[in-house]
């Protein structure tokens, strides 16, 4: 990892730094923002480059930049009654680190002022990516989805209650797309917070106009092609122009509402008040929550603390080594900060890891992989399983098991060569036995786990589902303890980190609140032990649901009762239905009919639902019918679903209604003629579903007396 960036611009230019990892989690937004913001400008005016620049406390710059961009962002979403409750908390917690920061700087504690700035961008750069950005995107989904509701609607609407023509018809149309997108813009945050948004308006409208340009060239060209057909082939197929049918029907059923007013205002009533309920009373909204799980140990460490681990500690699953500053903030709390480093010296293939060790009595060749622990973590973790004074205060200090001892015939005191390393050990502590030592808060041993895990550190390629199984431990043996420091050094890695309650008074609570605040700055799963006992600490989504119990009820109710409206109106309007088939209209084509009048009652009711959804939920919310904290929906990707589920809902109320529209029209069960009866014999008598005159038919006789078997059969053929 670099820590020094170095930016080249041009000269006198302005620019804004912006750094981006590729993490899943964070999607394609930055992670660490440089903009030079202010508290007059926090969308940030960027760096002048009139010279060379240097950006002294980065993290601290950083951080301040992100929460000026974070809060004026989510202040605009705030102003619109959109909340999201993990984005306070986490901007909340950025201020108040960046505020002790400051504290630190002003004070001149410049490493704890860096370890707070460290804190503070972590947490609001989660803030940024993960929950303020995400509802900026929401926003701009929900209105590009709104949009194409508001376009069609203003067309209907004009047609239903306005009806002029020419070009006071394209004012009507005007006036009302106005009025709609008027009070859109008021009540929703997307227009209101991006650069342009009578570009995004034209922009959706010029999407509309292209997807109905292009369904009617494609409509044209399958037209063409079918003459082309035609002109080889002949007539061999039964065509309808869906184009027309359904423009056809659009302004039928539009006629039809207005002819029907009584019934029309119910209807709408209907949808107008699920569209209302389905905004203003449900809430559907993503948090983030704090998961607390036991973990079983067979032999748990002696010593209360945290532990911070990424998954099994193999490569890449490591931490870098600045994370040892950022978590030092919690020293404070009386806690010790005690990393764990794993060497693994180079393998070679087939062989893996083998050292030579050399010792005044004798040198052996043996597979050894470093394990790098504290001073403070080294005396908790052997007492009771060493001799000697275990001392890692100093850096060319070694602890060797029992059985390596042995074999190199060496004491504490004794000197030792690893060869590569430029430096002799001095052993200062002797494991006693083979048995591994304490499992650790997560569980698992405490002991780097095996090379052969991992194709990185044996360099041997992994069999099929090596990779899924939990990590077996270096066997003890092949173990040799140094300062972590040193460890490091010789090119070893942040495996994991405890932090030692160095404190008695410091319980289990507030263990618990340092590792949530751990895991909801990092994302990474924390372990707290203590007493004997360990619990893993995990960060979680959860998902709240408001009212949506009431809205299914609502859904049913408002579907049965739409059923009922259009039965009733199909039944009022038989006789016209009879004249539509009279003049040609098909069984599809009746169902193609009410199925776009459903439509149109379904966006005009979205249209105004959704406006008088607002209306209601924000006076519920001023009289305290509903909480404060009520997240409501009209930006995120839950609007999308609940108005879609109206749309579908209504669909699905005019399914039935529909097929007893085609069924008036062709009053049969059946749509196509099968063969009534069944041959006698050899005689098969087939009554045809037409009639005909004797002098239109002619009959041509058949017969095959050179086959097996003497058959005889007539075809008739009409003349016309």
């Known amino acids: 990892?670099?820590?020094?960036?170095?930016?080249?611009?041009?000269?006198?230019?302005?620019?804004?730094?912006?750094?981006?990892?590729?993490?899943?989690?964070?999607?394609?937004?930055?992670?660490?923002?440089?903009?030079?913001?202010?508290?007059?400008?926090?969308?940030?005016?960027?760096?002048?480059?009139?010279?060379?620049?240097?950006?002294?406390?980065?993290?601290?710059?950083?951080?301040?930049?992100?929460?000026?961009?974070?809060?004026?962002?989510?202040s605009g979403l705030y102003s619109h009654f959109v909340t999201s409750s993990a984005a306070e908390l986490y901007i909340n917690r950025a201020e108040k680190y960046l505020n002790l920061a400051k504290k630190s700087f002003q004070d001149k504690e410049y490493s704890m002022g860096y370890r707070y700035s460290l804190l503070a961008l972590a947490y609001v750069s989660w803030a940024y990516t993960s929950y303020v950005m995400p509802l900026f995107y929401d926003s701009f989904s929900s209105m590009a989805f709104f949009a194409f509701i508001i376009i069609p609607s203003a067309l209907f609407m004009e047609r239903l209650f306005i009806r002029q023509r020419g070009f006071l018809r394209i004012i009507g149309i005007l006036a009302i797309l106005s009025i709609?997108?008027?009070?859109?813009?008021?009540?929703?945050?997307?227009?209101?917070?991006?650069?342009?948004?009578?570009?995004a308006i034209?922009?959706?409208?010029?999407?509309?106009?292209?997807?109905?340009?292009?369904?009617?060239?494609?409509?044209?060209?399958?037209?063409?092609?079918?003459?082309?057909?035609?002109?080889?082939?002949?007539?061999?197929?039964?065509?309808?122009?869906?184009?027309?049918?359904?423009?056809?029907?659009?302004?039928?059923?539009?006629?039809?509402?207005?002819?029907?007013?009584?019934?029309?205002?119910?209807?709408?009533?209907?949808?107008?008040?699920?569209?209302?309920?389905?905004?203003?009373?449900?809430?559907?909204?993503?948090?983030?929550?704090?998961?607390l799980s036991s973990v079983f140990t067979t032999a748990p460490?002696?010593?209360?603390?945290?532990?911070?681990?990424?998954?099994?500690?193999?490569?890449?699953?490591?931490?870098?080594?600045?994370?040892?500053?950022?978590?030092?903030?919690?020293?404070?709390?009386?806690?010790?900060?005690?990393?764990?480093?794993?060497?693994?010296?180079?393998?070679?293939?087939p062989a893996g890891?083998?050292?030579?060790?050399?010792?005044?009595?004798?040198?052996?060749?043996?597979?050894?992989?470093?394990?790098?622990?504290?001073?403070?973590?080294?005396?908790?973790?052997?007492?009771?399983?060493?001799?000697?004074?275990?001392?890692?205060?100093?850096?060319?200090?070694?602890?060797?098991p029992e059985a390596l001892a042995r074999a190199l015939d060496v004491k504490i005191g004794d000197k030792i060569k690893v060869h590569g390393v430029p430096f002799y050990f001095i052993v200062r502590g002797i494991i006693r036995g083979s048995t591994n030592l304490p499992t650790d808060f997560d569980g698992l041993s405490i002991l780097p786990v095996d090379q052969k895990v991992s194709a990185t550190l044996s360099r041997i390629p992994l069999t099929a589902g090596a990779a899924e199984v939990v990590p077996t431990p270096t066997p003890l043996p092949n173990i040799a303890i140094i300062p972590w420091r040193t460890a490091l050094k010789l090119g070893g890695y942040v495996a994991s980190i405890a932090l030692i309650s160095e404190n008695k008074s410091l319980g289990y609570e507030?263990?618990?609140?340092?590792?949530?605040?751990?895991?909801?700055?990092?994302?990474?799963?924390?372990?707290?032990?203590?007493?004997g006992r360990s619990w893993g600490v995990s960060r979680i989504a959860t998902y709240v649901l408001l009212g949506y119990d009431v809205v299914i009820v609502l859904a049913i109710l408002s579907a049965l009762s739409t059923v009922n409206s259009y039965i009733a109106e199909i039944r009022g309007r038989r006789r016209e239905i009879y004249v539509y088939a009279s003049l040609g209209l098909s069984p599809r084509g009746a169902i193609v009919m009410f199925l776009t009048e459903t439509i149109v009652y379904a966006f005009i009711g979205i249209v105004i639902g959704y406006l008088a959804g607002f209306a209601l939920n924000s006076?519920?919310?001023?009289?305290?019918?509903?909480?404060?904290?009520?997240t409501t929906n009209y930006t995120s990707f839950y609007l999308i679903v609940s108005l879609s589920l109206i749309i579908l809902t209504c669909i699905a109320s005019s399914a039935y209604p529909s097929s007893i529209a085609a069924k008036i029209i062709t009053p049969s069960l059946r749509r196509r003629w099968r063969l009534p009866t069944k041959p006698k014999g050899d005689v098969w008598e087939i009554p045809l579903p037409?009639?005909?005159?004797?002098?239109?038919?002619?009959?041509?006789?058949?017969?095959?007396?050179?086959?097996?078997?003497y058959i005889s059969y007539a075809v008739f053929c009409l003349k016309k």
């Open 180 to 199: 709609l997108i008027g009070i859109f813009y008021f009540i929703h945050p997307a227009l209101s917070v991006i650069s342009s948004s009578t570009m």
């Open 510 to 531: 507030e263990l618990k609140r340092i590792a949530e605040e751990i895991t909801l700055s990092t994302r990474w799963t924390t372990y707290v032990g203590y007493n």
């Open 1 to 74: 990892y670099y820590t020094v960036a170095v930016v080249f611009a041009p000269e006198n230019s302005r620019v804004i730094v912006t750094l981006r990892a590729s993490s899943p989690e964070r999607g394609a937004f930055p992670q660490l923002l440089l903009v030079n913001a202010s508290k007059a400008n926090p969308e940030g005016s960027g760096f002048l480059l009139n010279n060379h620049i240097v950006i002294y406390k980065t993290a601290y710059r950083a951080a301040y930049d992100m929460l000026l961009l974070t809060k004026h962002r989510y």
């Open 353 to 400: 890891i083998s050292l030579k060790i050399s010792s005044p009595n004798n040198t052996i060749e043996t597979p050894l992989v470093f394990l790098g622990l504290s001073n403070e973590e080294c005396h908790k973790l052997l007492h009771g399983y060493a001799i000697g004074d275990c001392d890692l205060s100093f850096g060319k200090a070694i602890i060797l």
């Open 202 to 291: 034209l922009s959706i409208g010029m999407c509309i106009f292209v997807i109905l340009t292009a369904w009617i060239f494609s409509s044209e060209i399958s037209d063409l092609m079918a003459e082309v057909v035609v002109r080889r082939l002949g007539y061999h197929t039964l065509r309808g122009g869906s184009t027309s049918i359904v423009s056809h029907s659009i302004s039928l059923a539009i006629e039809n509402m207005r002819r029907h007013r009584l019934m029309t205002a119910l209807t709408l009533a209907i949808i107008i008040s699920f569209a209302t309920a389905i905004t203003a009373l449900s809430s559907a909204s993503v948090g983030v929550g704090i998961k």
């Open 301 to 349: 460490l002696t010593y209360d603390g945290i532990v911070l681990k990424s998954g099994y500690a193999v490569p890449p699953n490591m931490f870098d080594e600045r994370i040892i500053d950022y978590v030092k903030v919690f020293e404070i709390k009386g806690l010790k900060v005690a990393p764990r480093v794993w060497f693994y010296p180079l393998a070679t293939y």
């Open 690 to 709: 037409f009639t005909f005159r004797e002098d239109e038919l002619s009959l041509i006789h058949i017969s095959e007396p050179t086959r097996p078997l």
């Open 619 to 630: 006076i519920c919310i001023k009289f305290g019918i509903l909480p404060k904290n009520f």
